[in-house]
């Protein structure tokens, strides 16, 4: 959490000053209407963590453990996402699981850093709506064995999209059974909500309303800026449903001093 809310004054600050054994594969023919949300689209890693959530959740449902993410693996499924936009097109489902040197796919892993005695991929093409792959991973014995796996401990989600591919997206979700006794660096359950305002106005979820949060809700505005749904409760200061010019307005406003709660009431916007 610490990290995030540090990445996002960094990229806040910068505006001030100018203002994702092989197994096998699936073809996603459908539309990409579901990548959106109020107009803006969501950056790769809120989807990657939607998919690694409903992953947890259907574990959770069959009494399994949840499987701790892994920036690591995240950072090589996301290389093997990219490895799948040329692959695809060229070779037989077992071949998309080789990478462009024709080793298998498992040697992205460095097992000196991931010692692990187990590992499956399952990869997709074709749709980012994390609803629509999940359930065709689902309806598939082979992919669905490995999200099922109860011997998995890890995993890492990657997804990429390149425009002059036939298929555009492309995912690779990789799954470990780490040896006994042994932990990675920076493993996390997945959360639902990894920005959790404290309060009204607070949209980096750091407990504090500064200017950092009007940066925010201006990027929002302008289509710039994804919102999870406690972020958009939060930046709905005038509680009327919707977040536009007025929110910020009032959020300017309460940086100047002229309004000293929030969310605003109707008698403080008749007084102000």
């Keep these: 959490m610490e990290g995030m809310n540090k990445g996002l004054k960094k990229a806040a600050s910068a505006l001030l000053a100018i203002v994702f054994s092989a197994i096998c594969i699936l073809d996603l023919n459908v539309k990409l209407t579901a990548y959106s949300d ?3 689209e969501k ?3 809120e989807t990657a963590n939607e998919m690694a959530i ?3 959740e259907a574990r959770a449902e069959l009494g399994l453990k949840p499987l701790l993410v892994v920036n690591y693996l995240t950072d090589i499924a ?3 996402a990219r490895e799948l936009i040329d692959c695809y097109e060229s070779v037989d489902d077992e071949g998309r699981h080789l990478r462009p040197s024709g080793e298998t796919w498992d040697t ?5 850093l991931v010692p692990f005695e187990w590992a499956d991929e399952n990869i997709a093409r074709g749709s980012a709506n994390v609803d629509r792959v999940f359930e065709a991973w689902k309806k598939s014995e082979y992919h669905w064995n490995a999200i099922t ?3 998995a401990t890890h995993m890492g989600i990657g997804l990429c999209f390149e425009e002059n591919a036939p298929k555009k997206w492309f995912w690779s979700t990789i799954y470990i059974d780490l040896f006994d006794g042994n932990t990675l660096e920076g493993e996390y359950i997945p959360e639902k909500y ?3 305002p404290a309060c009204s106005g607070d949209l980096t979820g750091d407990g504090i309303i500064d200017s950092y949060d009007l940066v925010l809700i201006y990027q929002y505005l302008d289509d710039e800026m994804y919102f999870n749904d406690l972020q958009k409760e939060s930046a709905d200061l005038l509680k009327d449903g ?3 010019s007025a929110d910020a307005a009032v959020l300017r406003k309460y940086l100047l001093g002229d309004y000293k709660t929030l969310p605003v009431t109707i008698d403080m916007l008749m007084g102000g």
Aim: net charge positive; hydrophobic share 25%; no cysteine.
């Design 78 to 80: 996301n290389t093997r």
């Design 54 to 56: 409903k992953i947890n």
């Design 108 to 112: 992205i892993i460095d097992t000196s």
């Design 38 to 40: 109020g107009g803006a």
């Design 43 to 45: 950056p790769l890693t």
């Design 149 to 151: 796996n109860p011997n």
């Design 242 to 244: 919707n977040i536009t």
């Design 194 to 196: 990894p920005i959790k």
